[in-house]
């Protein structure tokens, strides 16, 4: 009996300093590759990079992919445009859709918000069917999961908790308004608070070497973060009753400690009558939006 070949599958988180990609057959990873974004032009430039780097991946499972899911950290419309993304605003307009279908020709190819997915993925990875995701990266991103889904709900838009305004004069954010979480507690914002604090440039190599050094800079940044990713926990907490919040993401992933800090920011936050928080670092590291993806494929 001739065996019937299991569906090769393709997620894709995309972000906005570096895309992963990674290929399964079954459930039994393949191949994966990531590569970092070349400096900003165009949309048109970037799917050119995605497009190359896809073709290289092809080659090396010598099969074409059957469903394909992408985390996506800009907004997009339901007919597939990107709406906005503030980290590459050059991509406002671009038919998404269209750029995959025609990357994917024959595969079925579905999208969604990148905070979502890596909420989704931690929360089975937790065996919860009530979480907060924070995805601290080159932006802050998200996802709550309530009885096992999303909320509020792929039909009502992402969550996003980056623009939570949490600080009323803090820093501009990328979205233009002041004091979002993202401008406060995001990778890049993060860095920018140490050098400020140091008075000179940081590299993101330096930082948790820093801080387990107890250099005053680095214990200042980042706390500042943790501080304003507590505040954007404890207000999800108060709307929706939430008892558990994982801290992933790439920036999150290099700095482990992060889940630490944050949970010994809740100590000023925790009201009287209202539980504490319980604060974990990301089961799947920084990859929790490339596992969301995946599991968004294997649904098509």
Excluded: N
């Amino acid at each position: 009996m001739t065996e019937v070949p299991r569906p090769l599958r393709l997620g894709i988180d995309i972000g906005g300093t570096k895309v992963a990609l990674r290929a399964e057959q079954g459930t039994h990873p393949v191949a994966e590759t990531a590569f970092a974004w070349h400096p900003r032009r165009s949309a048109d430039h970037d799917l050119a990079q995605l497009t190359l780097h896809v073709d290289e991946l092809r080659t090396r499972v010598g099969a074409p992919f059957t469903a394909v899911g992408v985390a996506m950290p800009g907004a997009v419309s339901p007919d597939g445009r990107v709406v906005a993304w503030p980290g590459r605003p050059e991509w406002a307009g671009t038919d998404l859709g269209a750029a995959l279908r025609g990357l994917f020709p024959g595969a079925r190819v579905a999208w969604a918000d990148d905070g979502d997915l890596g909420a989704l993925a931690e929360a089975r990875a937790a065996h919860r069917d009530d979480l907060l995701y924070l995805g601290v990266g080159t932006g802050v991103g998200g996802g709550l999961v309530r009885d096992g889904a999303l909320c509020p709900g792929p039909a009502r838009g992402s969550f996003e908790i980056g623009h939570t305004v949490v600080a009323l004069d803090g820093p501009r954010c990328t979205c233009g308004r002041r004091g979002c979480l993202q401008a406060l507690a995001s990778g890049p914002a993060t860095l920018a608070h140490a050098a400020r604090l140091r008075g000179s440039e940081v590299a993101f190599d330096a930082l948790g070497p820093a801080w387990r050094e107890g250099l005053p800079w680095a214990t200042g940044a980042l706390r500042r973060a943790a501080r304003a990713l507590a505040a954007a926990a404890v207000g999800v907490q108060e709307m929706f009753h939430t008892r558990l919040v994982v801290v992933g993401g790439g920036f999150a992933h290099g700095i482990p400690e992060l889940h630490v800090l944050v949970d010994a920011e809740l100590t000023d936050l925790t009201r009287p009558g209202v539980p504490r928080l319980e604060v974990r670092g990301a089961a799947l590291g920084g990859l929790s939006s490339l596992a969301g993806a995946l599991e968004l494929a294997r649904t098509l």
